[in-house]
């Protein structure tokens, strides 16, 4: 059982350039979700989907492009890399259901660096 | 914006040691979540608590959820090096989680 599975696991990009991060869950989760986490500001919610063609804004989402054809992926896409997008990316998927049964599961993390 | 502050920051202690780190919001969520999280690793669930004044114990773990819903602790009786991790506490909102900035735990044989 594979989980939530994120790639690249690492990734070095220049300022400008652009690129996907995939996320894929075989839960069959409704809610899927990215994060990204830095230093001493816990995780920070980027984009969010309720289900397949349904996407929503998050607390940080300038910068970043978010599509859901599926159920399974979720892919962020970094339009244009800035420096301050440096950060560790997590995805993550739940069910949807009452409080107290959203479980996140997360995937391992993509370390971005933009130079 | 809800925010989630956890206390402490950093906790270094030795072997053997309790240890309570907790998390305070003025807002009201409709559950409470602690994770653990690994060097390398996503966050992994360790307990949910949904009802105000819950406490729930996961082996030598105690989690306790506030009468009002607004903040949570976690105390570890008897700290071990296998303790040694981030804690982050996240308070469910409609179908968002918030996260606090995470409580540095290191455990010292």
């Known amino acids: 059982n594979a989980g939530v599975t994120q790639t690249p696991k690492f990734q070095v990009l220049k300022t400008g350039q652009s690129m996907t991060l995939q996320c894929a869950q075989d839960?069959?989760?409704?809610?899927m979700s990215w994060y990204r986490q830095d230093p001493g500001m816990g995780l920070r919610l980027i984009h969010y989907s309720v289900g397949a063609g349904i996407t929503d804004q998050g607390e940080v989402p300038n910068g970043y492009n978010v599509s859901r054809s599926t159920t399974e992926d979720f892919p962020l896409r970094l339009l244009s890399a800035a420096p301050s997008q440096t950060s560790v990316y997590f995805c993550a998927s739940s069910l949807l259901g009452v409080p107290g049964t959203t479980e996140a599961f997360f995937g391992q993390g993509t370390r971005l660096t933009v130079v | 914006t809800q925010l989630l502050e956890q206390s402490p920051q950093f906790l270094s202690i030795q072997e053997g040691e309790n240890l309570t780190v907790y998390c305070n919001s003025s807002s009201v969520f409709s559950s409470l979540q602690w994770y653990r999280q690994e060097p390398g690793e996503g966050p992994v669930l360790l307990v949910t608590?949904?009802?105000?004044?819950e406490v729930k114990k996961l082996k030598r773990l105690t989690f306790q959820f506030g009468d009002a819903r607004k903040d949570s602790s976690l105390h570890i009786t008897a700290a071990q090096p296998g303790d040694t991790g981030l804690y982050l506490c996240?308070?469910?909102?409609?179908?968002?989680?918030?996260f606090g900035a995470g409580t540095i735990l290191r455990v010292k044989s």
């Open positions: 608590v949904v009802t105000g004044g």
């Open positions: 996240a308070g469910e909102s409609g179908n968002k989680l918030v």
């Open positions: 839960m069959n989760h409704e809610y």
